[in-house]
């Protein structure tokens, strides 16, 4: 099929290793790598070589044996049945509409085990199903229907599986109990990874121990205030938390990239603006203490239930500091050959007093935290500064 957008065939875009393997786009490389107008480019093309109704297929045969006379009108239609009213079926799955494919990998997959009163099951699982469509949970799940199985432990409950790709990623783990959490699933749950699962580890041949994570709704509240530390590798072990950072890498929303006080003031307001603030830092560093070339950095506070972002303040950073804030435009121009990124990390080492190890383990978070960010739609304010903004065009822009 020609690409809609170039109209050749192959795409003139997508090309070389990049046709080969297009999920590179979603990594971190790609992340570090390219410019945001570069990504937007690349993805353009990418999803005009794919229909609707083959993602659509794509997406339910993952997980379910779907045969080819089975239209797509048909999977949708089982898609909408409720898990009390199926009885041909053991499972009923829903798909993220906005996932990207990847190469599922039974070594790391798992899911969340939520076992619901069969009394509550539908409505349950219809808040669920929604929230994975609009991706606020992993990219899969399944709830156990009304047809009887020999893997049953208590007709009294079925059990719902909500998925992440990685069991490792505890971030991720976490972030998706605390979103079941909201969802009103407050009871304790288990988490299993698909390798025990193919292993035949099940509570009915005798096995006590089938979870790699407990949580409870302690567990979700402390998860949503950032008070946890993570486990080692699924045991009851605890890492060493970081030390206290002095800097941090802020990694903005792919929403908000164009929502800022710099975007919409006016370029006079800005230098003014700016100006002030370093004086306020008397022309230094405000984490280092370093003096020299000064970039005017503003200070945002992200409330993620409601998905606002707030505008408390601005910093004056130097070069290496301003580089450390966003790392992933300093990935981007390491890549060009425009900057050491090795020096930014040693920066980051220096100023806060820490391990290599620990940078590696910040940056993990901090990835994993904007990546959780992106799937919602942002809205900017300007809090105290919102009368620096002239009412036009911009402003609109802003906001919308």
């Known amino acids: 099929m020609p690409c809609a957008i170039c109209q050749t065939h192959p ?26 107008g570069e990504w937007c480019s690349l993805f353009e093309h990418l999803t005009a070589q794919v229909s609707e109704p083959d993602v659509l297929a794509g ?31 053991y499972w009923i799955w829903a798909h993220c509409q906005h996932a990207s494919s990847y190469a599922y990998d039974a070594e790391k997959a798992g899911k969340w085990l939520v076992f619901v009163p069969v009394e509550r099951i539908d409505a349950t699982w219809t808040r669920i199903k929604e929230a994975v469509e609009q991706g606020r949970l992993g990219g899969t799940a ?19 599986c909500v998925y992440t ?3 490792t990623d505890e971030y991720e783990v ?92 006016s370029r006079s307001t800005w ?18 203490q370093a003096r020299g070339r000064l970039s005017c950095h503003e200070i945002w506070h992200y409330n993620d239930d409601l998905h606002v ?13 301003h580089h450390v804030k966003h790392l992933g435009l300093a990935g981007i121009l390491a890549g060009e050959g425009k900057l050491d990124y090795g020096r930014v990390v040693a920066h980051f080492l220096a100023v806060n007093a820490c ?34 903004v002239p009412h036009d065009e911009d402003e609109k822009r802003l906001f919308e």
């Open 271 to 288: 230098d003014t603006l700016r100006r002030q603030v370093y004086a306020q830092y008397h022309y230094c560093c405000g984490i280092c």
């Open 174 to 265: 976490r972030r998706v109990h605390a979103e079941l959490y909201d969802l009103g699933c407050t009871w304790p749950m288990s988490y299993k990874t698909d390798s025990d699962t193919l292993a035949g580890i099940y509570q009915h041949t005798g096995h006590t121990h089938i979870g790699v994570y407990r949580f409870g709704p302690h567990d979700a509240l402390d998860s949503k205030a950032g008070k946890y530390m993570f486990l080692k590798e699924g045991k009851e072990e605890q890492r060493t938390p970081l030390p206290p950072l002095l800097l941090t890498v802020e990694l903005v929303p792919h929403p908000c990239w164009y929502s800022n006080m710099r975007k919409v003031v």
């Open 165 to 167: 790709d990685d069991w």
């Open 309 to 321: 972002q707030t505008l408390q303040g601005f910093i004056a950073l130097c070069e290496w500091c």
């Open 355 to 388: 391990r290599s190890e620990d940078f590696e383990e910040h940056r993990r978070q901090a990835f994993a935290h904007w990546r959780a960010r992106n799937r919602y739609e942002w809205r900017t304010d300007l809090g105290a500064y919102a009368y620096l």
């Open 11 to 36: 795409c003139q875009v997508l090309s070389g290793d990049l046709a080969l393997d297009t999920a590179w786009l979603f990594s971190d490389e790609a992340e570090q790598m390219l410019t945001s």
């Open 142 to 160: 399944k709830v156990a229907t009304a047809k009887k199985s020999e893997l049953q432990v208590n007709p009294a409950e079925r059990v719902i």
């Open 59 to 89: 997406k339910t045969t993952r997980k379910r044996n779907v045969s080819s006379k089975e239209t797509i009108r048909e999977q949708a239609q089982h898609a909408c049945i409720l898990p009390s009213q199926e009885t041909e079926e």
